[in-house]
């Protein structure tokens, strides 16, 4: 056969086999058309969504402190529970999970129609049951679904944070969220939800016109939240906590002393990072994955179990405070300059009175303090002595009085962070105040019922005034962290940091996005100052006469420690205790503050707590907080 | 049948001085390439946006370059080169299985920048060029001897094996639809094609025998028999297949306006089962148009066969239009649940990339039969 010919026949049959497909497609499309045009109408589609399982949250080292495990959830996918039989599924869910009906009608009618939702607490008994009675409940099925753990319980509370239902105002924030999920509230689970979210999945369905799913078709698996690592160190965090606790414990002994709350943070000087933040009393957040009643929620909240003392506690600083005045005196060159008290070189003699005239109204008042001998700047700092910082406040008053330069040593309390928020990465910071004559201003006209009538009447802001901000008394509050932040610009250069407590986000796709904290100021100190501030810190703590003598005589380490205490004056409480520290001194990594509300003296309360926490960090065994006393 | 006799001969008038395109051939392939790219983007589009489409203009720009290219190239070169095509299919169709298995087979090789090739797309226009070297013989006027086809099934036997071992059953049976064609163009005897059908037969009966398919194949081969019978598993693709087409009736729902389509309804709807986009969308009219157009190239081969100035071209064009011919007939004859699920993707419509640059490779590889057709052939009479 020659080749044209066999051509031939392959084109006959390849024309055959093609006339057959258009034959074929006739009778699929025209002849059976409209057979399948009815077909495709009667399916519907329906979807259902399953819960991503939220990132973990760990510490710096790797210790889960968060994290999530699958449990079987009872999962109702009302898009496939025909209408008709509903209301006898929340029947038989109600029986056999044991609850009101009317509870678990609820349930459906907050989902919403067409949604899926979980609902939680089921045992493995009903489980079983459920499976084997698939006929019984329609759109409902046993899965396997995400639930929170903090292997850790009330550990680092504060800062893990926990989470809760997605509220009305969380949806307003974050659209995004699914309304029959959960959310973070509170610390990291908070402020970091879109990063532990994750993705949820999806499977979509057929659906026949009676409601019976037919052959699942697509599916989107859920992504895994991403892993939020913190800055924080379990080691440090533990020490923290536990000293803390034991601090509050030995106040509770003291004299004149009702310490029920304190708060401790740990702030890496050079990188603004917390290595530690502690808040007494606390919490455990895996009540809120129970659920806890309205009884325990409310006992918890009147006790500042969910306040973060370290971001929202306020308290005066006392004289915590005077190291910032110390700053101001030697930038700007201001010391006493009461005639009847100055020596030759500068200091003077700190007899317990201190007798100001005509501050405002003409008359003569008097101040009494423990006296404290001859004093300059220096050994004022490690004595604390109060008609020292005094006397720099009448001088800046007698200086610069009425004029511009009135607030400046409110100035350089606001350029180390007091009066605003250091904009650390968790809710519900608070900004405390530096009071000065504009704040009384303001009150005046916004507020008045805050200002005495003897102000409203006399003069609203006098020299009196300024002598109390230079103690950390009267109008003026810090929170713990403002204070940590702010010693910390005194010891590392001037950075006034942004702190942060979440080192990395590690993505479920192993991807890193590395934080850092950001820089809010950065002051440049004179020289005069960078020499001498770090061996005057040491003041409080190395000589017999400082304030943290005793509480740090037990250390070895003690001369590499610098630091301040404060004791802090409310009017009808206890005195609230106060230690800033700074190690090694020479060049300081950690900076720490210490609050025991209604805890005493700083020296005696509060410095034993640090005292604690800077042994474990300089590696030595720790002694119990009354060591030395 | 009239269409392709007639042109011969006014070819043979226009001689060397007819234009060395192809322009049918060249438009039908044009039209398709476009009207596929149309279709991948409308049962696309819902999931992943232009995404897949663009992919897709992509792929069908390198693919009419390499057309041109090997249109230009003189195919006799690859007669000269034909062991180096064979060790680098084998080379190709070996190396899948030095990489990890995707959905249980060793199909894929992945490149870098995320590029998945599949050779055993580029294997089927190998196996052709080879057999045409093969079964061509000397001289254009020798006898088939069974030596002769001997050695083209010896040397069929290894990328036949591999492909069998990936496992990929579709190219496996294009390759025997592909040799049976050839064979039968290079002039094989009754008898010979008779005595290779007893041992194709001999071979099935064995695969059944000791059980060598796997059961997800055997599935698949019979499931289009009654697709009804198992909704969930491989009937499924082919009943949601069915009601795609089927509710386009005449002209279809409108472009963009397939309900089902929109839905992905029907699983791979942009690659395998492109041709359910069509149906609904377009109808009876749109699917017809579709097989016509595959029909006009398919009738260019073959009249690029008979026009050859050579039987090594006769036999390339006649292969490439058997490999049409099996691609066209069983990817729409799947998706109209008359021929077995085996992933034979639409020629120039379905979504991916190697299945588009090994048909361009193809029909260019014949073109530069046509476009060579007057050179003077190697022929021992006449």
Redesign the interface.
Known sequence: ?R??I???????V??L??G???T???V???A??????E??QS?E?SESESTAARGDIIDANGVVLATSVQVPGVVVTRSQIPTDVEAGVIQELAGVLARDPAEIAELFALAGSGSTFTVDGVTPEVAYFIMTNKSRFPGVSIRNVPERVYPEGAFMAHVVGHIGRVSKEDLVANSDLDPNGTVGKLGVEGSYDKYLQGEPGAEFY?VRPDGTP?????TVPAKQGSTVQMTLDAGVQMTVENALAAGIEWAKGLKDTDPQRGAVVVLNAKTGEVKGMASFPTFDPSQFVIGLTQTEYEALRDSQAFNNLVIQGLYPPGSTMKAFVYATAVEEGIYPDSANRQTPDGSLECTGVLTANGLDDGSQKRFTDPGHGIVDLHTALGKSCNIYFWEVALAIWGKYQGTDKENILQRYARSVGLGSTTGIDLWGERAGRVPDRQLFEQWLVESPALISETRKNGSLWVGGDLMNVAIGQGETLATPLQMAVGYAALVNGGTVWEPTVVDRIIGSDGTITDFQSGIRNQIEWSEEFENIIREDFTRAIAPESGTAYTAFRSMENRFLVGGKTGTAQRVGHPDSAWFIGMAPIADPEWVIAVVLEDGGGGGTSAAPVARQIFQFLFGEAIDPIGAGF | MALFMESKTTSEQEGAKSTPIDILLLLSMILLISFGILMVYSASRELDGSRVMERQVVFAGIGLGLFLLLSWMDYREFRLFSPVVYAVTIFMLAIVFAQAKVAGTNRWLSLPGGFNLQPSEFAKLSVILLLAAVLAGTFDDEDLTWRRIGAALLMLALPGVLIVLQPDLGTALAFGFVTIVVLFAAGATIWQLSGLFSLAGLGIWIIFKYELLRDYQLARLTSFLDPAADKLGDGYNVLNSLTTIGSGQLFGRGLFNGALTERSFVPEQETDFIFTAVGEQLGFVGGALVIIAYALIILRLLRIATSASDRFGSLIAVGVGGLFVFHVVVNVGMTLAVMPVTGIPLPFMSAGGSSMLAMCMALGVAHSVWRHRDLKPARSKS
Do not use: Y
């Not at chain 1, 066999?6 to 006959?12: H, K």
């Open positions: 056969m080749l044209e066999r051509v031939a026949a392959l084109a006959t390849f024309a086999m093609f057959a497909l258009v074929r497609l006739w699929v499309q025209i059976e058309g409209p057979e399948h045009v077909m495709s399916l589609w057929q037919f052959g699942e078709r697509r």
